[in-house]
């Protein structure tokens, strides 16, 4: 099954404490991109990726770190996070320059707690 | 990076057509209109996706203005399982670069 696996579903964690947030997809798409979503606010691109270590900043980089070492995978690390990046995170990937426009894939979300 | 407008909420009668504006008026000539839709507690689902023409799937209609600047979603009967938050967004057909999310239009179903 075509999918977007992102680990864990929920991570309660403590201001310092390094984390990654694991995100995989099996579709061989070469476009990642990581997502926050808070309340009133959709979502909002944190960083995004168009092939293997190829990476640059959304809008809202500050705080965190991505790598996209291999094509399946692209985590997305909080080297310390903080209160304020608690959050409910989503994974997306698609197929990339086919010049079609190629639609999203979402995971299921990560809620982040940070406290 | 072309930005999308919505209104903030919408709300239908079960059973009636709603039809969802989004307004890009930045739009560059090799964006895709594409529409994802949010239930509670999901992460955002693809919905449709169109250039220049029409499109229909077994979701929902697209419909796409002449100059492209708008644009809307149509579903042609609402079920109180469409109630969620409907995003429009735009995304180059060249490949990579940002994908701005606003915040959406929150459909409310009424029975």
């Known amino acids: 099954e075509a999918q977007v696996t992102q680990n864990p579903r929920y991570l309660i964690t403590v201001t310092g404490k390094k984390l990654t947030v694991t995100c995989s997809q099996n579709m061989n798409h070469e476009y990642m991109s990581w997502y926050r979503q808070d309340p009133g606010l959709g979502l909002r691109q944190i960083y995004y990726?168009?092939?293997?270590?190829?990476?640059d900043k959304g809008d809202v980089p500050e705080g965190y770190k991505v790598s996209r070492k291999e094509k399946r995978n692209f985590p997305l690390i909080l080297e310390s996070p903080s209160p304020n990046q608690t959050s409910l995170y989503f994974c997306a990937s698609s197929f990339d320059r086919t010049g079609r426009g190629e639609k999203l894939f979402f995971g299921s979300g990560t809620q982040l707690s940070v406290l | 990076d072309a930005k999308t407008t919505q209104p903030n909420s919408m709300e239908s009668n079960e059973e009636e057509p709603v039809h969802l504006p989004c307004n890009h008026s930045?739009?560059?000539?090799?964006?895709?209109i594409h529409w994802y839709r949010q239930l509670p507690s999901q992460g955002p689902e693809y919905v449709i996706h169109g250039l220049t023409s029409n499109v229909n799937n077994r979701m929902a209609s697209l419909a796409i203005a002449e100059d492209r600047k708008s644009s809307t979603l149509i579903l042609h009967r609402a079920t109180l399982r469409d109630a969620a938050v409907y995003y429009c967004i735009l995304r180059d057909g060249t490949g990579g670069f940002k994908t701005i999310f606003g915040a959406g239009t929150r459909l409310f179903v009424k029975a």
């Open positions: 990726s168009m092939n293997v270590e190829v990476t």
């Open positions: 930045t739009i560059s000539g090799t964006d895709y």
